[in-house]
Nanobody, 123 residues
């Protein structure tokens, strides 16, 4: 099993930047494909970005492509989401998630979730 804790959320003006972190404890972090998802009230959790176990391959939702960067440091058991050029529509609770072996853009395919961190972008 793996436990996930997100940090780094907050309030930022449109056009600004934030970096989210997801720190894992428990079983070997490098055994897990990881993802970032986000959710706003009344909506389903939506895919933001994924990264493979080694960090060698990433994927992004069209809405964040070119603005967000996902990365991981397996030596530190930590995944990151660098968010630049933030927009009001990026406002959401951001969750990190883990599943064994392969990435997925479907939230239901992930076994482990953090508690979420709020990101609010003011326009």
């Amino acid at each position: 099993q793996v436990q996930l804790v997100e940090s780094g959320g907050g309030l930022v003006q449109a056009g600004g930047s934030l970096r989210l972190s997801c720190t894992a404890s428990g079983r070997t972090f490098s055994s897990y494909a990881m993802g970032w998802f986000r959710q706003t009230p009344g909506k389903e959790r939506e895919f933001v970005a994924t990264i493979t176990m080694t960090g060698g391959s990433t994927s992004y939702a069209d809405s964040v492509k070119g603005r967000f960067t996902i990365s991981r440091d397996n030596a530190k058991n930590t995944m990151y989401l660098q968010m630049n050029s933030l927009k009001a529509e990026d406002t959401a609770v951001y969750y990190c998630a883990a599943r064994t072996h392969y990435t997925s853009i479907t939230a239901g395919m992930y076994n482990y979730w953090g508690q979420g961190t709020q990101v609010t972008v003011s326009s």
